[in-house]
């Protein structure tokens, strides 16, 4: 059984930094794409960062340069560094994971919010 478990979220000011994993079991972690999405209510899940199977990473625009992706294809496990957060990064974050061809598999969310 596909289980990806992020690390709870939490409450932040802004300008602040916090730093969300993900844990996967029941895949070949090593093959797939990872990923960070977020979603506001009544909004669509938007991609956040992206981080191949050979380690490079991509972002959205709205995160360039204050969020960091990475993975550690020993532990199975994602990572999201976020730094100078800004109010407007308050959502709820998901990770998942996708080889091409294949379906997402989702993690549960974690809940951020960013304090003005």
């Known amino acids: 059984q596909v289980q990806l478990v992020e690390s709870a979220g939490g409450l932040v000011q802004t300008g602040g930094s916090m730093r969300l994993s993900c844990a996967a079991s029941?895949?070949?972690?090593?093959?797939?794409?990872m990923y960070w999405f977020r979603q506001t209510p009544g909004t669509q899940r938007e991609l956040v960062a992206a981080?191949?199977?050979?380690?490079?990473?991509s972002y959205a625009d709205s995160v360039k340069g204050r969020f960091t992706i990475s993975r550690d294809n020993s532990k199975d496990t994602v990572f999201l560094q976020m730094n100078n957060l800004k109010p407007e990064d308050t959502a709820v974050y998901y990770c998942?994971?996708?080889?091409?061809?294949?379906?997402?598999?989702w993690g549960q969310g974690a809940q951020v919010t960013v304090s003005s």
């Open positions: 981080i191949s199977t050979g380690g490079a990473p």
């Open positions: 029941g895949i070949i972690f090593s093959i797939k794409t």
């Open positions: 998942a994971a996708k080889r091409t061809g294949e379906q997402y598999y």
